[in-house]
DNA sequence: TTCACATATTAAAGCATTCGCATATCTTGA
DNA sequence: TCAAGATATGCGAATGCTTTAATATGTGAA
């Protein structure tokens, strides 16, 4: 019984969150910060991406609320601060792995 | 143990999947045709969409897969394909609902 | 303060998406 | 065949996203 106009502020943030979400690079800091919080120099070295693109990806995340991050001398650690996001992951990959192959 | 190349492929088509959900109007008409298959002109009077503009985005998302259509006579039903994206949505859904209030 | 390391910011070029509009195609009934 | 309803297609201007490169800031040690 609710206005259709509800939900959409609703689809509306939800697009908002997926849209961020939709990009393979992103989707990869994701999936490395599954396994815990890690540093910006952790996580460009092991995925192999220019620093500073790095820092954009994790600042662009943060400011959707994805990620969170703390400081720790010199460091920032960056961490998943929402984990929905996660589960969208594996929905999403379950659906393309479900027709390729298993891991 | 695999190579991290095998997952950046699948993170590739996973984004690819993810770009075309993350948007309110497709959404909308995601959830929509949660309840079954509909008309073009269902689907564009029923939320109140111009009728090019409804079909153009059936169509983006028919060519990803994530619907699939079906002629009688002169009107086309289309419905869900990909049933992985409702719940991608109602991971996404959840994460926003839950923050400001129950419907 | 100065150096070296870690992280963040800014600008810009190239490219893709969005969405309205006009119009084309398809289908059925008269 | 013609008309009318249902659906699809092509175009284009505005807007937004991606990515690189250069550089700025922040921090700790000497």
């Known amino acids: 019984m609710a206005t259709p106009d509800v939900r959409l502020e609703h689809l509306q943030?939800?697009?908002?969150?997926?849209r961020v979400v939709a990009h393979p690079?992103?989707?990869?800091?994701?999936?490395?910060?599954e396994g815990g919080?890690?540093?910006v120099?952790?996580?460009?070295?092991?995925?192999?991406?220019?620093?500073?693109y790095?820092?954009?990806q994790l600042n662009l995340?943060?400011?959707k609320d994805i990620l969170a991050s703390r400081r720790d001398g010199s460091q920032v650690f960056y961490r998943i601060a929402n984990w929905n996001v996660l589960k969208i992951i594996h929905?999403?990959?379950?659906?393309s792995a479900g027709e390729t192959a298993q891991t």
């Open 13 to 18: 943030k939800a697009a908002e969150v997926l």
């Open 25 to 33: 690079v992103r989707l990869q800091i994701l999936q490395f910060l």
């Open 37 to 39: 919080e890690k540093t």
């Open 41 to 52: 120099t952790e996580i460009h070295t092991g995925l192999d991406l220019p620093q500073a």
């Open 54 to 56: 790095t820092s954009q």
């Open 61 to 63: 995340m943060k400011s």
């Open 91 to 95: 929905c999403v990959c379950a659906d």
